[in-house]
């Protein structure tokens, strides 16, 4: 069952933990966005961490796209410009604020709207 997870909270345990607890973060944003979508990726949360640091960041540039287009999918919206505005943050090296984005819109489809 998807949790509801506090952003501001989150991105102080980031920093506080020098991005270990981003990286957790990741795991818990992928297997949440696979659960809203219903639309399962071949990859699993634990693969996409090991292959962000097998290529060096560059699958985790794709990820934020794709988690982009899966959201949109989720809302209702395909093609829309959130898979875009991930991709741009994570090519600037802000994947804190990406990931800030993609929990805001995850704890949107908690039954009590994110509250």
Same mark, same amino acid.
């Given at each position: 069952?998807?949790? &509801?997870?506090?952003? %501001?909270?989150?991105i #102080?345990?980031?920093?506080?933990?020098?991005?270990?607890?981003?990286?957790?973060?990741?795991?818990?944003?992928?297997?949440? #966005?696979?659960?809203?979508?219903? !639309?399962?990726?071949?990859?699993?949360?634990?693969? #996409?961490? #090991?292959?962000? /640091?097998?290529?060096?960041?560059?699958?985790?540039?794709?990820w934020?796209?794709?988690?982009?287009?899966?959201?949109?999918?989720?809302?209702?919206?395909?093609?829309?410009?959130q898979?875009? %505005?991930?991709?741009?943050?994570? *090519?600037?090296?802000? &994947?804190?604020? %990406?990931? %800030?984005?993609?929990?805001?819109?995850? !704890?949107? /489809?908690?039954? !009590?709207?994110? *509250?």
């Amino acid at each position: 069952m998807k949790q &509801n997870r506090s952003v %501001a909270m989150c991105i #102080v345990l980031s920093l506080v933990t020098c991005g270990i607890y981003a990286l957790y973060w990741m795991y818990c944003i992928h297997q949440d #966005v696979q659960e809203v979508s219903g !639309n399962p990726m071949q990859t699993e949360g634990g693969m #996409v961490i #090991v292959l962000t /640091f097998v290529t060096c960041g560059i699958y985790g540039i794709y990820w934020c796209y794709k988690m982009g287009q899966l959201l949109d999918e989720a809302r209702g919206t395909p093609g829309g410009s959130q898979s875009i %505005a991930y991709l741009l943050l994570s *090519l600037f090296g802000l &994947n804190i604020i %990406a990931f %800030a984005l993609m929990q805001s819109e995850l !704890n949107r /489809f908690s039954p !009590n709207g994110g *509250l």
